[in-house]
């Protein structure tokens, strides 16, 4: 639990932070919603050890995302995102949320009072990979409940990149579309160490 609100406030610190440390500099806030893809690993594990083979699925499902950057130049700037599975995904027998943190340089060809801002980051973080156990039981007083436990999480270092477009609908308020790619190191519990993320976010320009 303290990992996840740390994970997930950062982006809001990062802007809260500079907005006070300068009134003239650009910072924005945004909230987006979009998926991220792998393909499933082809490595089968006996995940109960009762002899019954579970191969994992492709990482897949709708991912919100959390981020703020401040632009301490007119072309350049430095931010954080958060990307997190709005649900559990069924993996491999147990249930799965991946969370994908990074903190980036940000560039923009074109700025000011432009309407269409592109964008281009890069930079570092990490994957976290939280596993849970559901189960059922039964009796005959209460009837059925079911019980998801956390068991374990996997960490792994990532590069981040990204490219998307900022529209502006006012003077302050955006619509952006986004394309990111992380490589993720040793990121054995899929097929592929590069997993896209398609998305859009909406956010708000303060100081703009």
């Not at 490595?43 to 401040?70: A, C, E, H, K, W």
Request: charged residues 10%; glycine residues 12%.
């Amino acid at each position: 639990m303290r990992y996840t609100c740390f994970v997930i406030s950062a982006p809001l610190l990062l802007f809260m932070t500079a907005g006070l440390a300068s009134a003239q500099s650009g910072v924005d806030a945004y909230f987006g919603l979009g998926t991220a893809s792998a393909p499933a690993s082809t490595i089968g594990s006996d995940t109960f050890g009762d002899g019954n083979i579970y191969f994992p699925p492709r990482m897949g499902g709708l991912f919100g995302t959390v981020g703020g950057d401040f632009m301490f130049m007119p072309h350049f700037g430095v931010g954080a995102e958060t990307s997190f599975r709005m649900s559990q995904g069924s993996y491999a027998g147990l249930k799965y949320r991946p969370t994908f943190y990074d903190f980036n340089g940000i560039w923009q060809p074109f700025s000011g009072s432009r309407r269409i801002v592109p964008e281009f980051q890069a930079g570092l973080g990490g994957v976290n990979l939280k596993f849970y156990y559901t189960q059922q039981y039964c009796d005959i007083f209460a009837g059925c409940s079911t019980s998801n436990s956390y068991l374990e999480s996997s960490n792994h270092f990532q590069v981040h990149l990204s490219a998307g477009v900022k529209f502006y609908v006012t003077h302050s308020f955006f619509i952006r579309p986004q394309i990111d790619a992380h490589w993720v190191n040793n990121f054995f519990q899929f097929g592929s160490s590069w997993v896209p993320e398609y998305g859009a976010a909406v956010g708000y320009s303060f100081g703009r």
